[in-house]
Structure formats: C-alpha cells, structure tokens
C-alpha cells in the first residue's frame, strides 16, 4: 500500500507563487503515473497535472498549463507542483494521488493541503 | 473536454435500501470510468474502476456498470457509513474529469 502525504499548503497573495510537495512510502513510487488533484471549498473534483514514472510526459489541465509545473525526484520519493500567478479561484485543498497501474483512475490520495489565495 | 454529468446531484435513502447513481459522458468512453467516495474532511476513496471492477477492500454491495455513454453506481443494503458524495471519472482521455457529485443521505 501507498501512503501519501502533502506538505506546503497556506495562504499566498495574488499573483503569488507556492510548490507543494507530496512524499510517497513504499517501493513503487519511482514506477507509478502520479497526478494532483485539487477541490475548491464546497465544489466538486478537479484534476490538475499528471506525471509518468520518469518525469518525461506531463498533461496539464488548460487552466494551468504555462503557469505551473508537476515534477517528481523518484529518488527522494517525491512529487511537487510548483503554482506560479495564483489567483483567487485556485484556492482550493490539493490532493496528491497515484494513479493504478495501467489504468488513468486514482487508487490512492493524501490527505491534502490547503492553498488560499487571498489579499 | 468529455462532460460527465451526475444524477441526481442529492439522494436520501434510508438503511436496507438500494440506491442508484448515474453518470453520462458527453461522448462513448468505452469502460473508461471510475466511481469514488468521499467523505466531508476526508479524501476521495476508489470503489470502482473500468466501469465495473471492484477496488480492494471495497464492500460487495458497491457495484458498477455501464458502457460508452451511461454508467450506474449501486449499493445494496445502504449502510449509515454510506453517507458520502460520489463521483465518477473518465480516463477515456485527457482532460481528465469528474463529475459534479452526488450527495447521499442516510435519514
């Protein structure tokens, strides 16, 4: 099993920039798809970027894509996203999760990290 | 972007029931969709995926099923811990998305 954890999360202005980090346990890290995830308050799922095993093939949700950055380092078991011009709606929690093997579905989440931005 | 809209978007029900969720796709997914749970607080949980494989760990009264276009989340013998909302998600291709959600009551 996979356990995930998500760390950087708080409040940053707009037009700010914040890098969340997400470290894995387990040995399967380094050949797992990874993806982040993110819910405003009260609203329902978002996808935002996912990554391969290798760090060579990233999608971006169209939002996003340009401003912020999904990217892994398999030797410290870990997955970040750096947000660059945040904005007010990209307050949210963002979930780090894995994707099951094979298949574009998410088979496990971390418990998530607040990001608000606000002035 | 493929939409996947969710009905209804609230349920009640009460414990012993079967309830049924729906899930449409703006356009055929094949079995490209999953189902989640998710708990106020809590993150997402897999149920089902490939329309109608069983997570791990999930209890039998979850099912699912459904091909291209329309896909149904049940439970059997609705439980108190089964209060939650529900999405669904298609891995057909990218954007991936979700559905708005469904919120189940236990009166």
């Known amino acids: 099993e996979v356990q995930l954890v998500e760390f950087g999360g708080g409040l940053v202005r707009p037009g700010g920039s914040l890098r969340l980090s997400c470290t894995a346990s387990?040995?399967?890290?380094?050949?797992?798809?990874m993806s982040w995830v993110r819910q405003a308050p009260g609203k329902g799922l978002e996808w935002v970027a996912t990554?391969?095993?290798?760090?060579?093939?990233?999608f971006y949700v169209d939002s996003v894509r340009g401003l912020w950055t999904i990217s892994r380092d398999n030797a410290k078991n870990s997955l970040d996203l750096q947000m660059n011009n945040l904005r007010a709606e990209d307050t949210a929690v963002f979930y780090c999760?894995?994707?099951?093997?094979?298949?574009?579905?998410?088979?496990?989440w971390g418990p998530g990290t607040l990001v608000t931005v606000s002035s | 972007d493929i939409q996947l809209t969710q009905s209804p978007s609230f349920l009640s029900a009460s414990v012993g029931d079967r309830v049924t969720v729906t899930c449409r796709a703006s356009?055929?997914?094949?079995?490209?969709l999953a189902w989640y749970q998710q708990k106020p607080g809590r993150a997402p949980k897999l149920l089902i995926h490939?329309?109608?494989t069983l997570q791990s760990g999930v209890p039998s009264r979850f099912s699912g099923s459904g091909y291209g276009t329309e896909f149904t989340l049940t439970i059997n013998s609705l439980q108190p811990e089964d209060s939650a909302t529900y999405y669904c998600?298609?891995?057909?291709?990218?954007?991936?998305?979700f559905g708005q959600g469904t919120r189940l009551e236990i009166k």
């Open positions: 999760a894995s994707l099951l093997r094979g298949v574009t579905t998410f088979d496990y």
């Open positions: 387990g040995s399967t890290f380094s050949t797992n798809w």
């Open positions: 990554i391969n095993p290798d760090g060579s093939v990233k």
């Open positions: 356009q055929g997914i094949s079995n490209g």
């Open positions: 490939t329309a109608s």
């Open positions: 998600q298609q891995r057909r291709d990218y954007p991936i998305t």
